[in-house]
């Protein structure tokens, strides 16, 4: 793979597909854009093959100079990998979720989604700071145009408010980035996550990113537009808006807040737990009490989040790791359960709980599939859901016990809305003839759900595949992090460094 761009080739095939759907009828607008997902899958298939486990950090550069300043500049590490091929992963799926359901202006709904597609990939495959910045950004455009156009009654309300809420956190973003370029001399993202800022301005550096990743996670309280946005947006943008969006504020804080500014986020630790602490139990019992299922689970995905977060600020490789992989497991879970309301949506056109109830009887099949991505969302070992919060939970607790048995609590929250949610609907009286002569599982469905749940699956068997590509790079950001990690009695306690004299001591009592 040597000098093929094979970055690039992937944010032009979904760009070109995107242009070609403009011009198209419908018919022919559906199966352009999904074999341009196909394709992109193909080409992130042969990514991963060729990614070589334990080489150099970044893998398949390629730098052009645009001007001064300014290149076009792409190359991933292990994290970015991982992202892409979630992303490309779950953008055919998102098509086929919009075969039948989008039926007005279908060449313009395609052609958003591949634009969403471009835009993400270019945002964890981007090396120079700028470039980063303009796909971060235009990645607001086609959601905000697909919630605004294609969504439900409420659809205008939801779209301005998950555009000016992450519009403008950015703002102060970019005014660091242009700071940052000025000191250091580049905008080559590797040079500045090595290069060491200031420690006392780091931490305006610092708060202005955090602007940015804590409104796109989305944290507590800056969480509001979420349930909107996901209540209001049609099937596939839910899916895309929970599996890969979400995920950009977590790669920042990766890719930007941590290695950029290790002092800073030490200072700021203790806030980003509790933030995170109050966000996973509050966010719990708000779920508790939905009665619209897509409510529901864009109230789970905050919390969720939150582990990811709180994990990231533990300062340890297990609560990275796990960070990481909470964030792969929730975009396919999440995405999954988006999807199993999307079917039943399509059906009856309603997501209110008490319409629904013992469709095990008359939809076996998407009972089925339904417990599975319960379980994975639950945290259930032997899915997806288990290795990532086994992991955060295990670098929590080497931080601070309480945190971690907060964090539990959450997670027991979450088996009883999601367990409540699953016998509402699965079990009990049929109480609607037409909910229960509503049909099972189509031929599209299945291969919708089937690679959703083998992909569950796979990774809470055999999370080493995931977790193999990443290692490295966890371990240089944790190294990069170990001059800063947070003492003294503030919460959260991540250990007093020990003077070099009693540390010798301890290591020869030792032996």
């Known amino acids: 793979m040597s000098g093929f761009p094979i970055l ?43 990614f070589d486990v334990g080489g150099a950090q970044w893998q398949f550069t390629e730098r052009l100079e645009i001007f001064s300043g300014f290149s076009w500049a792409l190359g991933i590490d292990g994290i970015a990998l991982l992202l892409i091929m979630l992303s490309v992963f779950l953008m055919p799926i998102c098509i086929g979720a919009s075969w039948n359901s989008i039926e007005k202006r279908v060449g313009e709904y395609m052609a958003a989604f591949l634009l969403v597609e471009t835009l993400m990939i270019g945002v964890f495959a981007a090396q120079d700071i700028f470039l980063f910045y303009m796909f971060f950004e235009a990645g607001l455009i086609p959601m905000y145009l697909i919630i605004g156009i294609w969504g439900g009654a409420d659809r205008i309300y939801a779209s301005y408010k998950f555009f000016l809420y992450t519009l403008l956190g950015s703002v102060l973003m970019l005014v660091a980035m242009l700071w940052m370029v000025h000191t250091a001399g580049t905008t080559d993202v590797p040079t500045l996550m090595a290069y060491d800022f200031d420690p006392q301005v780091q931490t305006w550096l610092w708060l202005a990113f955090f602007a940015s990743f804590a409104v796109k996670m989305p944290m507590w309280p800056v969480h509001t537009w979420l349930p909107a946005a996901h209540v209001q947006a049609p099937t596939g943008g839910s899916v895309i808006l929970a599996g890969v969006l979400l995920k950009m504020g977590g790669y920042g804080f990766i890719r930007f807040s941590l290695p950029m500014f290790p002092e800073a986020s030490a200072y700021f630790a203790p806030l980003i737990w509790g933030l995170s602490m109050a966000a996973v139990v509050i966010t719990s019992l708000i779920a508790l009490v939905q009665s619209d299922m897509k409510k529901l689970i864009a109230y789970s995905s905050v919390a969720h989040m939150a582990i990811v977060t709180i994990g990231l600020f533990a300062f340890n490789k ?182 070099a004299h009693e540390e010798s001591a301890a290591h020869g009592g030792s032996h």
């Open 8 to 50: 690039s080739l992937m944010l032009a095939v979904p760009l070109i597909g995107a242009l070609a759907c403009l011009f198209l009828e419908a018919k022919a607008a559906r199966s352009v854009a999904l074999i341009a997902t196909l394709v992109d899958f193909a080409l992130g298939v042969v990514l991963w093959m060729n």
């Open 318 to 499: 297990q609560g990275l790791e796990g960070s990481m992989m909470v964030m792969l497991s929730h975009g396919l879970v999440a995405g999954a359960l988006f999807l199993c309301v999307g079917v039943i949506y399509d059906r009856l056109h309603t997501r209110e709980i008490s319409r629904y109830g013992g469709l095990a009887i008359n939809m076996p099949r998407y009972a089925l599939f339904f417990m599975l991505f319960t379980m994975a969302s639950i945290g259930l070992p032997g899915t997806s859901g288990f290795v990532g919060e086994f992991l955060s939970l295990g670098g929590i607790y080497q931080v601070s016990t309480w945190a971690a048995l907060i964090c539990t609590t959450g997670i027991i929250l979450g088996a009883a809305y999601m367990l409540y949610l699953y016998r509402r609907v699965a079990f009990g009286d049929q109480k609607n003839a037409d909910a229960a002569a509503m049909p099972d599982l189509d031929l599209r469905e299945l291969l919708m759900v089937v690679p959703l749940g083998l992909a569950v699956l796979w990774m809470g068997v055999y999370p080493e595949s995931f977790l193999a590509p990443m290692r490295a790079d966890i371990a240089a950001l944790d190294a990069r992090l170990a001059r800063a990690k947070p003492a003294g009695d503030s919460a959260p306690t991540i250990g007093k460094a020990k003077p």
